[in-house]
């Protein structure tokens, strides 16, 4: 494999990062230094925002199906839970409800609770505390029933189905509250109480351990988020009641979260892609400052951390896209303004990349691609990091990771640029699609072809049209519709974590060459070799399928082009030309083809969240199919 200068800008990255240890410093500290060089507008943001907050009202626990909707609860996944029995589902719901409640508490108290520190004002003390006594009775954190998410599912004969997501954002909450609190603001017997809460949640976790009790801990799982938050909440609620009174219940922590940040890829990969890493690695940075700042630096000082931000530097594309394989709640970055910069792209993450290790690349992102940090605790406290005048180092333009299995690649930072990503496939991968030999291409800033991308979970269409393979730029074998069932697109495809491994024989300045072999990917299939050539200025795609001589099958490509605009298809010679806007497709194939478009929804070109419940997006897709049965096809596309 020749990738130009690749390795070594990484590389570079890396030691660079590695060799840099800074202390880590309270948030107190950094959100008093901020004061002092973040200009007035800057510090009104984050005041504007926490009144916002503070309007809102408490939010308070119910214990009843029927007031799911009061004091800011709600059903997270209402559709999946109004198939559930009714005797289970009240049980999920207000499960489902805590990790609402405690996720967004551990975004909003520690804002109120900084708006209190920098400008004194009475009323967000008073709104920091009347929350942390509601919280009070939140005894556990997380409340059983978050397992029963299927019908016909039950709880275990003891009632447990153990600590989960909740437990982490919620003890996190209290802990970053604590910590932003001027001293003597809380009162002694409210903290008492809430390190009550804490040692009860210590107790609950470590048993969840020793029993084996989630799924996760069964199946020896460190990579997914649910190991991760509740290891989260282990290790800070002993820092804050006191490490050396839980020190068999820190060190249990300490190795589950070493196991966690040791399972991922050497490069920086995370096995589940960036919208699953930015939750998970965010927990990972609260937990590793936290360690740090009581002197334990084990976790902040991991390769891991030091590595991902290469990696996630890569995913920003031209045009204020990102990379959205695997399950990435939507493509587009949102822009504060036209012309400027994106708001969306993890900013949050970002700068809490750059204020827990100082990481260069996170410091040219925030200057150099995003609109900044965002206006809340973490984000003012990056302000006073960043004002320090440390590097903000470029990352490499192109990479091939091995354990991603991804080869992505773009021919500058302007956000009018060229930039193109192939996908393979891991048999580590999680949260993943039947994505593998997705090729993805935007010209100019301007997308070409595209992926349907990840609707939310609960979408009535979420497994046909986009958690199947017909949402992406790939094979599919047979002529069954994408539209005939709700749980597959293609029957030949067997499960999710098929190896399809990418050879690169070149990557450099100008473009790349590189080869996805999918045979693996479908029973009955001899092989599948994806060729793919680009530069700047054009894409080449070759696909060699071959099948067994007695199973010939109809033979199927899509390719998701960036356009609602029906494209003019003609015939000239052996040649089809697909022509729109934005490019021109030229098939050539060694057996009869067929050439059509539908329109298919997506999650890629417009603007969406988790929350996004917005009528689909249309977007036409290219549907490339031999006349009749074939053993042997070659198809080459190219794009220009």
Not at 479 to 487: D, E, H, I, L, Q
Request: net charge negative.
């Amino acid at each position: 494999m020749h990738v130009e200068g690749n390795a070594t800008g990484i590389e570079s990255a890396r030691r660079r990062s590695i060799d840099t240890v800074m202390p880590a410093l309270g948030w107190g500290k950094l959100l008093d230094r901020s004061l002092r060089v973040s200009p007035a507008a800057v510090v009104e943001g984050v005041l504007g925002a926490a009144r916002d907050a503070a309007g809102k009202g408490l939010i308070r626990r119910v214990y009843r199906l029927g007031d799911i909707g009061k004091h800011r609860t709600k059903d997270s996944l209402p559709e999946m839970s109004g198939l559930l029995e009714d005797e289970i589902r009240q049980t999920f719901v207000l499960a489902m409800s805590d990790w609402g409640a405690c996720g967004g508490l551990a975004e909003e108290l520690p804002l109120l609770a900084t708006a209190f520190r920098i400008s004194g004002d009475a009323a967000f003390g008073r709104r920091v505390l009347d929350q942390l006594e509601e919280m009070t009775s939140w005894s556990p954190l997380q409340r059983p029933g978050w397992t029963l998410y299927l019908p016909g599912s039950r709880l275990p004969p003891d009632g447990k189905d153990g600590t989960w997501l909740a437990t982490g954002t919620g003890i996190r909450a209290i802990a970053d509250t604590l910590e932003i609190m001027p001293a003597g603001s809380v009162p002694a017997e409210l903290v008492a109480r809430l390190h009550g809460l804490l040692e009860r949640e210590i107790a609950d976790i470590v048993d969840d351990w020793r029993a084996r009790r989630s799924w996760f801990i069964q199946a020896d799982n460190p990579i997914t988020n649910q190991w991760v938050l509740p290891t989260e909440g282990l290790i800070r609620a002993c820092l804050v009641t006191g490490a050396g009174r839980h020190a068999d219940a820190y060190e249990l922590g300490v190795a589950n979260l070493l196991r966690a940040l040791g399972a991922h890829g050497a490069a920086g990969e995370f096995e589940e892609g960036m919208s699953y890493a930015g939750f998970t690695v965010t927990s990972m940075l609260h937990t590793a400052r936290a360690m740090a700042l009581a002197g334990d630096r084990r976790a902040l000082d991991h390769p891991f951390l030091r590595r991902f931000p290469v990696w996630a530097a890569h995913h920003f594309q031209p045009g204020h896209f990102m990379i959205n394989c695997f399950d990435h709640f939507g493509s587009l970055m949102p822009l504060k303004s036209p012309g400027g910069r994106p708001t969306g792209g993890f900013a949050a993450l970002w700068s809490l990349l750059a204020t827990c290790t100082h990481d260069a690349v996170a410091r040219w992102v925030l200057r150099e691609v995003l609109d900044g940090p965002p206006a809340d605790a973490v984000g003012l406290a990056c302000r006073a990091v960043l004002s320090d005048g440390g590097e903000a180092q470029q990352p490499p333009l192109f990479a091939a990771y091995e354990r991603a299995t991804r080869v992505n690649w773009r021919d500058s930072w302007a956000d009018d640029a060229t930039g193109v990503w192939v996908r393979g496939g891991h048999a580590t991968d999680q949260h993943d699609h039947p994505d593998r030999g997705h090729v993805n291409l935007i010209r100019r800033g301007r997308p070409i072809l595209i992926e349907a991308g990840t609707a939310y979970y609960d979408h009535p269409r979420f497994a046909p049209l986009f958690g199947a393979g017909c949402g992406h730029n790939v094979l599919q074998l047979g002529t069954v519709s994408p539209f005939a069932a709700k749980t597959d697109c293609e029957p030949g495809w067997q499960k999710l974590r098929t190896v399809a491994p990418i050879a690169t024989h070149r990557l450099d300045a100008a473009g790349g060459h590189a080869t996805v072999d999918g045979s693996k990917c479908y029973d009955g299939l001899e092989s599948w070799q994806r060729e793919v050539w680009w530069s700047a200025r054009e894409l080449n795609v070759i696909d060699r399928v071959s099948l067994p001589p007695d199973r010939p099958e109809i033979v199927l490509f899509r390719w998701h082009l960036g356009t609602s605009e029906p494209p003019g298809i003609e015939r000239a010679g052996d040649e089809t030309i697909v022509r729109w806007p934005g490019a021109i497709i030229t098939l050539r194939a060694s057996v009869p083809v067929r050439v059509e478009t539908e329109m298919y929804p997506d999650f890629t070109l417009t603007y969406c969240d988790w929350e996004d419940r917005s009528p689909d997006h249309l977007h036409v897709c290219l549907i490339v199919r031999t006349a009749e049965v074939a053993g042997a096809v070659e198809i080459g596309t190219k794009v220009v």
